[in-house]
């Protein structure tokens, strides 16, 4: 079963995911294992059932190399079906391809439907026990799958994902010989980054797809606050924007502008030069569509908004099936939302701001207090901004190796991550045309060069890390050959210091 | 105030610590800062005191380095006394010193009283959790101390605290630019080493400070079976090793020798080469002193035992003020046992056994099980001897740096250090007459010239890792000045794949 999603192979597909062979190019697995929901401590010892899935059509029974992705806040099918370039690249690796859940999501929930039920069930949904789940699968892997107990593992991960990805290799060098982390964020934490790149980002994606389109969108806001000051003007906002639940005040406008917002952002973030499923189903190029409907930035408030409404039914509705819009969900549901509310509010504290000048929003500084405040609300901790920067290291990660942070130009994300080489085995590479880890979808005739660039780079650099472990692992098997039955006590002999201790301690 | 020890500086200098600058050759301050008991979780918020010691006589103010002592298993004020070497380097290095006391040790004790009551309680006693308590009480320091906040940090530790100051510098290299770590048996885990060379060093030790000698010991258990075969036998081996509390059966026989084992294994920890006051006070090479009571191996039972108390009474009585041997202290109190206890009945599992043929003790098979089911007894927790392998790497950690590992040739624990290099900022130091971390204590006349090579070659490194430091620092300066103040948009478009982005993304 292939989980590479294009035009033709729509995630229906993924229904065929099973614990036998499948039929198709890939003989994969959908399996599960015994987790340890506590790593850190020992008076919690219960376990949960993490899922992963394995394909190993392509592997190389001898040892061959494992992609091993980390999966982050949602259903690992999804990211499987949507990083069609590990698909891609595991005959030319022989490579063995694994996609692990992270924890709290898709069907690795610890504690079931309590998952999410307080502070004390969710206290294990953090960053660390990501990764700690994941380096102990990977060691379990190699224990058991026959002919992997020397294979080099390749972390990759897109988003969080990827940002996961470059942790482990930080924190668990032993565990994978490398990573690519797409569209990794590991920078938008603390004053690391300007708040306000993210959404100038945005901004400039709307700007350069079509003349007066984020002008429109600036102007959208005050058209909005206009019509919400009245019932009536309410009552014209719900139905224009076909909303499945009319609104009843001004914190329901306050909604309804959130709503949209995000929407831009998704656009941003989902901006693909074909037709595509990620976030939404959409046509190739979105924001150049979304903008047909938005040139003219001077309209009346309610013509203004009918074009905006045309805009986002682009986003909403591209499948022509949608009857009103539920302002509750932006985006695929395989995401999973409660999950990354949490982590927001502990671990994940990204700062965000606008301006009005610099983007295309209503200018809103970072506050860090209401966010403390709101996420005591909802589950009952407050976020710790500086804990991610005192684990990773923020900008200080120059002693680490290994990792290639790719980018896109028009993905907001970029703001936050790896945009410039840091050393030799520490390398950025940008993707001007691309979106939200353009490069981690599968090949598409529809690519810009630079993507395909950019997979080229990424898999060389694959196959050095690849043939470096080899060459080590030889190496070092020819030395304990050579080293021969010497036992332990000349090994204490070793001395840099004198040649003479074994005479006088060893004799 | 000095903590270095010395024959004339003994250890009751230490209660002059205080939080007034002190008044002899080194200022220094004893403090405390709260610390979240939980850094992996955020559902326990309370925080407990940490204790930490500085001394900053010779510190260069303007971003000088600052040595670290990763605090172990104990008082850290005991430990401070105890590495007289940074207090010999600090001055050649213009460095801060700091030591800082492990959670559950000394005064540190996140619940007071309580904190050993329970699993509950002892749940945050783990290695990872004092290793995230020493990167951000660094951190700390770096942003409160005024012109430290580009100090370049060296861990240094011993035994313990050796392995959590090499782990420091891999889990957090931003944190510490390298490590020092003596005498640390980061592979006495799993089976990563034999179990029984650690006896089989102490035997060693034993068998060339004197003819006969190990002979005896070995002989020794033998009679001691005899003995306690019958009342008379238990009522004379009371009174011949003059013990506290009478041995009363065969459960009380098994004590004494544990505790007879325990002594020679403590006596090759701190079989150091002049008079000193470590686990005990004791002699100059203190196994040659007790060898000479134990030069007869043929001897009949009680004479040989006789002998036996007289070579022990050398480890417990070298002041002679001891009226009778308390068998549940073999060491300082400075020790923290019951931390240390939980400790190696959960992460820190390390497979020990002996033969009786190799070593100079009755023959013990490594019993994990045993173990297991004393730790559930004890604590309500079972071991997981894995976590340590998946946490720091077993002995695949050649992906780290800036790490010197020194190891005595005396010294059990040799046994599970790295005695060879590993890469060229991997470094193994061998000692050939040291014993416990002997490079660690302070300069003596008495020090053999291993030691003095050992301690050079460390400083050589030390003042590489400090200058690569500088190095790096300044040459990131210049680069971020030659840059000046180009934009946002301009890092986006240093691209490597091609020159032309600009023009197509951002024009």
Redesign the interface.
């Known amino acids: 079963i292939s989980c590479g999603i294009s035009k033709l192979r729509k995630p229906k597909l993924l229904e065929n995911w099973n614990t036998r062979p499948g039929r198709r190019a890939f003989r994969s697995f959908h399996l599960a294992r015994n987790v340890r929901i506590d790593?850190?401590?020992?008076?919690?010892?219960l376990t949960f059932q993490q899922r992963y899935l394995i394909a190993d059509q392509h592997w190389k029974k001898d040892n061959g190399p494992m992609l091993f992705y980390t999966g982050n806040e949602g259903d690992i099918t999804w990211f499987c079906n949507n990083t069609g370039f590990m698909w891609d690249v595991a005959e030319e690796l022989g490579a063995m391809l694994v996609f692990a859940e992270h924890r709290y999501y898709g069907e690795s929930l610890p504690f079931g439907n309590e998952s999410f039920s307080d502070?004390?069930h969710?206290?294990?949904l953090?960053s660390?026990?990501a990764l700690?789940d994941f380096?102990?699968l990977i060691?379990h892997l190699k224990g058991s799958i026959v002919g992997a107990q020397f294979s080099p593992v390749i972390a990759v991960g897109g988003s969080y994902g990827g940002m996961l990805a470059a942790w482990l290799r930080m924190?668990?060098?032993?565990?994978v010989v490398g990573a690519l982390a797409a569209s990794a964020p590991i920078w938008q934490f603390g004053d690391l980054v300007?708040c306000g790149?993210y959404f100038?980002i945005v901004t400039?994606d709307f700007k350069?797809s079509g003349k007066g389109c984020s002008e429109s969108i600036r102007n959208s806001w005050n058209a909005i606050n206009s019509l919400s000051s009245t019932d009536a003007g309410l009552q014209w906002l719900s139905s224009a924007f076909h909303l499945c639940s009319p609104l009843k005040n001004l914190q329901d406008a306050a909604i309804l502008k959130s709503w949209l917002a995000e929407t831009w952002v998704n656009l941003a973030m989902v901006d693909y030069p074909y037709e595509a499923d990620f976030l939404q189903p959409l046509p190739a190029w979105p924001i150049q569509v979304v903008c047909k409907f938005l040139t003219n930035p001077s309209l009346p408030d309610k013509q203004l908004l009918q074009n905006v409404f045309q805009a986002v039914n682009v986003y909403y509705n591209y499948s022509g099936e949608a009857s009103c819009f539920d302002m509750s969900q932006t985006a695929t549901k395989n995401l999973g939302q409660m999950g990354w509310y949490y982590q927001a509010c502990?671990e994940m504290v990204m700062p965000m701001c606008t301006d009005g000048v610099n983007d295309m929003f209503e200018p809103q500084k970072w506050d860090f207090d209401a966010l403390s405040n709101e996420c005591f609300k909802l589950w009952?901790?407050?976020p710790?901004p500086s804990?991610i920067l005192?684990?990773y290291?923020?900008k200080?990660?120059?002693?680490?190796?290994?990792i290639i942070f790719s980018n896109g130009?028009?993905d907001p994300w970029?703001?936050g991550g790896v945009?410039?080489?840091i050393s030799e085995s520490l390398?950025?590479?940008?993707?001007?045309?691309g979106a939200h880890h353009l490069d981690l979808r599968s090949r598409h005739p529809c690519d810009p060069s630079?993507v395909q660039?950019?997979r080229a780079?990424e898999t060389r650099s694959m196959k050095q890390w690849i043939e470096g472990y080899y060459f080590?692992a030889h190496k070092e098997q020819d030395q304990k050959r050579s080293r021969g039955a010497k036992g332990?006590?000349d090994?204490?002999?070793?001395?840099?210091?004198?040649e003479s201790?074994c005479q006088?301690?060893?004799?």
Not at 39 to 45: T, V
Not at 491 to 498: I, K, V
Not at 504 to 507: A, E, L
Request: some cysteine.
């Open positions: 790593h850190f401590g020992f008076d919690e010892n502070s004390k969710l206290n294990y953090t660390e026990q700690a380096a102990v060691e924190k668990y060098p032993h565990v300007p790149t100038s400039n350069k502990t009952g901790v407050r710790r804990w005192s684990m290291g923020g200080n990660i120059s002693s680490h190796s290994n130009g028009l970029s703001a945009t410039q080489n390398m950025a590479i940008v993707i001007p045309d630079s660039q950019a780079l080590r332990r006590a090994l204490n002999c070793l001395n840099p210091l004198t201790c006088s301690h060893f004799q």
